[in-house]
């Protein structure tokens, strides 16, 4: 069995920092890529930012870039998740994610490409 557990979610200000951190333990797996999505009240769970591997590939959503930085450590499997200028509408659970299996997309953004999940970390930035 594979486990993702993050940490290092929190109330913030507008404007303010929070540094997401995401572990994989378990079992060996082939770990392709990992990625951070997040999940409002009453909307879909959505990308945020991802990263391949293979090549030190990253991608963010246009919501988010500028702003975040994904980084991480493929031998620790561990991803983490810089957020600055933090604003009222990022507040959602946080999610991270992996993925086992090649993709011909760098870094998918679709969450059914990812098949282990966290348990989510509330991020709420108040205005």
């Known amino acids: 069995q594979v486990q993702l557990v993050e940490i290092g979610g929190g109330l913030v200000q507008t404007g303010g920092s929070l540094r997401l951190s995401c572990a994989a333990s378990g079992r060996t797996f082939s770990n392709y890529g990992m990625a951070w999505f997040r999940q409002a009240p009453g909307k879909e769970r959505e990308f945020v930012a991802g990263?391949?591997?293979?090549?030190?590939?990253?991608y963010y959503a246009d919501s988010v870039k500028g702003r975040f930085t994904i980084s991480g450590d493929n031998a620790k499997n561990t991803v983490y998740l810089q957020m600055n200028s933090l604003k009222p509408e990022d507040t959602a659970v946080y999610y991270c994610?992996?993925?086992?299996?090649?993709?011909?997309?760098?870094?998918?953004?679709?969450?059914?490409?990812?098949?282990?999940w966290g348990q989510g970390t509330q991020v709420t930035v108040s205005s």
């Open positions: 994610a992996a993925r086992t299996q090649p993709s011909a997309v760098l870094v998918p953004t679709t969450p059914s490409r990812y098949d282990y």
């Open positions: 990263t391949r591997w293979r090549g030190g590939n990253t």
